[in-house]
T-cell receptor, first 114, second 112 residues
Framework: DAGVIQSPRHEVTEMGQEVTLRCKPI?????LFWYRQTMMRGLELLIY????????DSGMPEDRFSAKMPNASFSTLKIQPSEPRDSAVYFC????????????FGPGTRLLVL | SQELEQSPQSLIVQEGKNLTINCTSS?????LYWYKQKYGEGLIFLMM?????EEKSHEKITAKLDEKKQQSSLHITASQPSHAGIYLC????????????FGPGTRLSVLP
């Protein structure tokens, strides 16, 4: 298996633009997690899906952030409009169950908002 | 809410030396994950511990969860430059609605 696949790996955009991050989970994994990592705040969980349904989005910073999982093999995290403070590394992780199962992380998308 | 602390924050050792990283929880742990992260890369799963007193090993890395399930240690024997990176501990929530939490990380450098 190729592992968790994220795209793009790097994204540089200007403030106000829409940003879409993509994740393809490991086949057979039914839980998907979006994380954000910054120097200031460390690693934070943004949202968690189970069987394509958002279970907990309490970590999503504000309405500018939205996440979808239209099917078991694809998820997106969208920021609209983007702001400089959104600059971070965004990780997608998947697991075969919920939190009690091992999470496997993708390589991350490094986002820079100018 | 549950919080994880790690010590030390950073560590520099000479190749071949042993080292220990600690992770302490403010509440009883219902599982403890150890991850390694290289700069600019994703997290790599190392080990998961669930039972009090449990100990697991993989190559030269051993992780233990204490009997009270509030502290875990990660021990590296005969460190190598390939062990360098940031080690993070993470804890799953007890119930739905609570968040998976991570420690702040320990940055390890191994000098050749």
């Amino acid at each position: 298996d190729a592992g968790v696949i994220q795209s793009p790996r790097h994204e540089v955009t200007e403030m106000g633009q829409e940003v879409t991050l993509r994740c393809k989970p490991i086949s057979g994994h039914n839980s998907l997690f979006w994380y954000r990592q910054t120097m200031m705040r460390g690693l934070e969980l943004l949202i968690y899906f189970n069987n394509n349904v958002p279970i907990d989005d309490s970590g999503m910073p504000e309405d500018r952030f939205s996440a979808k999982m239209p099917n078991a093999s694809f998820s997106t995290l969208k920021i609209q409009p983007s702001e400089p403070r959104d600059s971070a590394v965004y990780f997608c992780a998947t697991a075969s169950g919920g939190f009690q199962e091992t999470q496997y992380f993708g390589p991350g998308t490094r986002l820079l908002v100018l | 809410s549950q919080e994880l602390e790690q010590s030390p924050q950073s560590l520099i050792v000479q190749e071949g030396k042993n080292l220990t990283i600690n992770c302490t929880s403010s509440k009883t742990l219902y599982g403890l994950y150890w991850y390694k992260q290289k700069y600019g890369e994703g997290l790599i799963f190392l080990m998961m511990l669930q039972k009090g007193g449990e100990e697991k090993s993989h190559e030269k890395i051993t992780a233990k969860l204490d009997e009270k399930k509030q502290q875990s240690s990660l021990h590296i024997t005969a460190s190598q430059p390939s062990h360098a990176g940031i080690y993070l501990c993470g804890a799953p929530p007890e119930d739905y609605g609570q968040n998976f939490v991570f420690g702040p990380g320990t940055r390890l450098s191994v000098l050749p």
